[in-house]
């Protein structure tokens, strides 16, 4: 299985699942011009040009972090990534992994976006806090969106988060999202995953 990832951007999600999985992968770094760091153009692997992407071993492509995440969640259950299929508790992960795509990844856009302007930024930013304060919310002692066990939502909101303090959001109202990025952070699979991906520990 090959992970085609952008360093530091929304495909680190997918890249600790997969260590905290612990099945065997390739990562495969893609860099802005769209080139792939075994010399391939990314854009004849995956036609919509964006990251993460995963080949299956049979050749089978994967995108969109709503599909890829439970997929790597569900190669190892005695991860804990995910419940198992059918169950409530599963949907319970896609839901919230549904939430950090389209409420807080997406929202992050015009803070990276050259070009946006300081009212689309101050807009973005206001977005953003107020999805985030629905998570502060909702975590009561709960040391993960779900419960006691990361699953690939946790994997998920923990990148966004990781790019709050490179875009001036700030989390000091919402203590409880600081002390969970501080917890997500910890966890040696994401150590392993910022490493590989050349990140600042
Ligand atoms: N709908 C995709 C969006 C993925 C996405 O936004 N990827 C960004 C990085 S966070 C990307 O590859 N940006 C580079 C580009 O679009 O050229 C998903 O949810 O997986």
Request: with cysteine.
């Amino acid at each position: 299985m090959k992970l085609y990832y952008l360093a530091g951007a929304c495909s680190l999600a997918p890249h600790i699942s997969l260590i905290e999985a612990g099945v065997a992968f390739e990562a495969i770094a893609v860099d802005r011009q769209k080139q792939t760091a075994d010399g391939q153009d990314f854009r004849t692997i995956s036609a919509k040009g964006y990251l993460p992407a995963l080949v299956l071993d049979d050749g089978e492509l994967l995108t969109e972090n709503a599909a890829l995440l439970p997929y790597i969640g569900g190669l190892n259950p005695a991860a804990k990534l995910i419940p198992a299929p059918g169950t409530l508790a599963h949907f319970r992960v896609t839901e919230w992994t549904a939430y950090v795509c389209s409420e807080i990844h997406k929202n992050f856009g015009p803070l990276f976006r050259p070009g946006s302007t300081d009212e689309m930024k101050a807009a973005a930013r206001e977005m953003v806090l107020g999805r985030l304060a629905f998570i502060e919310n909702s975590l009561g002692d709960k040391p993960y969106l779900t419960g006691n066990d990361f699953t690939v939502a946790d994997a998920y909101l923990y990148v966004t988060l990781s790019w709050t303090s490179k875009v001036a959001v700030d989390l000091g109202g919402l203590p409880k999202l600081a002390a969970y990025l501080a917890r997500c952070a910890a966890r040696p699979a994401v150590q392993a995953a910022r490493k590989a991906e050349n990140l600042p520990a």
